[in-house]
């Protein structure tokens, strides 16, 4: 099982980005899928939780909550993180994480690295004037 996140750049203050989540031995679509994201000198955090594509519920970090929006194309295989109104502290390594035990963020604790088995490499979001 493979993960590629991809996506990340140089983005000013206010600006929007879309990080691409693509996977090789694993349907993204079975199962829930994490974003988390690590900023210099911090420890990595999780963002985000989507249910499988049964459902598609999602859950957000109150800090990035109303910002960005995590969601899937069936057809591409490939899970998306758009980002809105980006601001300095979202510098950080993004990346998206997948496990094979659980449908529905709601029945486990998303927000624990420890519940994923499958790390994509991260991609770097810079947010800076």
């Known amino acids: 099982v493979q993960l590629q996140a991809s996506g990340g750049g140089l983005v000013q203050p206010g600006g929007s980005l879309r990080l691409s989540c693509a996977a090789s031995?694993?349907?993204?679509?079975?199962?829930?899928i994490g974003w988390f994201r690590q900023a210099p000198g911090k420890e990595r955090e999780v963002i985000s939780c989507i249910s499988s594509i049964h459902t598609g519920s999602t859950y957000y970090a109150e800090s990035v909550k109303g910002r960005f929006t995590v969601s899937r194309d069936h057809a591409k295989k490939t899970m998306y993180l758009q980002m809105s109104n980006l601001k300095p502290e979202d510098t950080a390594v993004y990346y998206c994480a997948a496990q094979d035990k659980y449908y529905y963020c709601s029945g486990y604790d998303w927000g624990a690295e420890n519940e994923y088995h499958y790390w994509g490499q991260g991609t770097l979001v810079t947010v800076s004037s």
């Open positions: 031995g694993f349907t993204l679509d079975d199962y829930a």
